[in-house]
C-alpha cells in the first residue's frame, strides 16, 4: 500500500497494518535544494519561501514488532530525518536508529554520521552497516575515524550479495553498482520485508555498465526507488555531464518502454538534481513521467513491507 504521510504532523502508523514500514525520508541530490551558489529560478524562489527546504535523498524502516528503526543513507539532513523516522513510529524508541546503512563516499550519503560524534549528540555504538572500502575509509580517516575511536559508531562490514537478515521478517541485502568510488565502493540495496521487496540504487552511472540487468531486476521487486538526478543533459552548463554520469530520466524511460504497464508502476525516481524539471508540479517533463507509466520518490511517502 502507497500513501502520503506528513511526518511534520507527528502522525502515526496504524497497528492494524503491516508491521514493517518503509518511509522516504528525502529525495535530493548531494548538495540539496535549494542548492549552494545558485542563481536559476529552480532555486532562486525557495530561498523566498516559508517551506524552501527539501531534504536531501534517505529512506527509514519502521519495525513495529520488533520496535526497531533503521536508516539507509547518513545525509547532510539526517538530524531532520532522524526525528521524522521517530515521529512517524507508533512506538517509543531512541532518537538514534538501530542500524544506519551506507551506500557510497559522496557528501549526500554519509557526512551526516558527523551529528553522531562529540560536537554534538556524542552517540553510543550506533550500528552503522558499509561495505569494506567504505569501512576503512570511516576508520581510517578523520574525523570520521574519531567516531569509530570513541564508540559514536559501531561499523559492521557489508559483502556484496550477501544478505543481512535483520530478524526474520526484514532483510537486507547490498548490490554493488558503478559509480564514481573515488574514496569508497558504491551500493544499493534490497530491502525485502514480509510481504514486500524493495529495490533502492538513488546513484549509478548508467546502466549499461552495471554488470546486473536493470529489467530483470525490477520484474523481482515490488518498488524500484531508482537514480533520477538529472532528466536530461541540457540542465548542465559549464560541466561536462561525463563528470557526473548518470542515467538520465530521459533514457532510462526509453530503456524502460517495453516493461508491462505493472511493471512501469514499480519504478519511483529519486535522488533529484536541484535542476531537475520533475521538481516543477507543472512541467511538461513530469507530465511526459506519469503519462508513461513512471512515478516520482515523494518525501513522505509510505510502503508497507
Not at 22 to 29: D, F, H, R, S
Not at 61 to 72: A, C, E, H, M
Not at 76 to 92: R, Y
Request: aromatic share 8%; with cysteine; charged share 25%.
Amino acid at each position: 500500500m502507497l500513501c502520503l504521510l506528513s511526518c511534520q504532523q507527528n502522525k502515526k502508523v496504524s497497528e492494524s497494518q503491516s508491521s514493517v514500514k518503509l518511509i522516504v525520508l528525502g529525495t535530493i541530490q548531494d548538495a540539496g535544494s535549494p542548492h549552494i551558489a545558485c542563481k536559476k529560478q529552480c532555486c532562486k524562489e525557495l530561498y523566498n519561501t516559508k517551506n524552501r527546504k527539501r531534504l536531501i535523498t534517505a529512506l527509514g524502516i519502521l519495525d513495529s514488532k520488533n520496535q526497531k528503526t533503521y536508516l539507509f543513507e547518513a545525509s547532510p539532513d539526517m538530524t531532520f530525518q532522524m526525528k521524522m523516522l521517530n515521529e512517524v513510529a507508533p512506538f517509543e524508541h531512541a532518537e538514534t536508529p538501530d542500524g544506519i546503512f551506507l551506500t557510497h563516499a559522496h557528501i549526500g550519503h554519509y557526512t551526516g554520521l558527523m551529528y553522531l560524534g562529540k560536537e554534538a549528540m556524542d552517540a553510543k555504538k550506533v550500528p552503522v552497516y558499509a561495505m569494506p572500502r567504505m569501512s576503512y575509509y570511516l576508520k581510517n580517516n578523520g574525523p570520521w575515524s574519531q567516531l569509530h575511536e570513541r564508540g559514536n559508531i559501531n561499523i559492521h562490514g557489508l559483502v556484496s550479495d550477501s544478505s543481512i537478515e535483520l530478524n526474520k521478517q526484514l532483510r537486507v541485502t547490498p548490490v554493488r553498482v558503478p559509480h564514481r568510488d573515488e574514496f569508497s565502493e558504491t551500493v544499493g540495496y534490497k530491502i525485502e520485508g514480509p510481504n514486500k521487496t524493495v529495490l533502492f540504487i538513488p546513484d549509478i552511472d548508467k546502466w549499461t555498465k552495471w554488470n546486473v540487468d536493470i529489467l530483470e531486476e525490477i520484474k523481482e521487486v515490488d518498488v524500484a526507488f531508482i537514480d533520477g538526478t538529472f532528466f536530461s543533459a541540457n540542465e548542465i552548463s559549464g560541466r561536462s555531464i561525463d563528470e557526473i554520469p548518470h542515467p538520465l530520466i530521459s533514457e532510462s524511460m526509453d530503456l524502460f518502454e517495453k516493461l508491462s504497464k505493472v511493471e512501469k508502476s514499480k519504478i519511483h525516481f529519486i535522488h533529484f538534481n536541484h535542476t531537475n524539471p520533475v521538481l516543477n508540479p507543472h512541467a511538461s517533463q513530469l507530465r511526459e513521467l506519469k503519462d508513461k507509466g513512471f512515478k516520482l520518490a515523494k518525501q513522505g511517502m509510505l510502503i508497507s513491507l
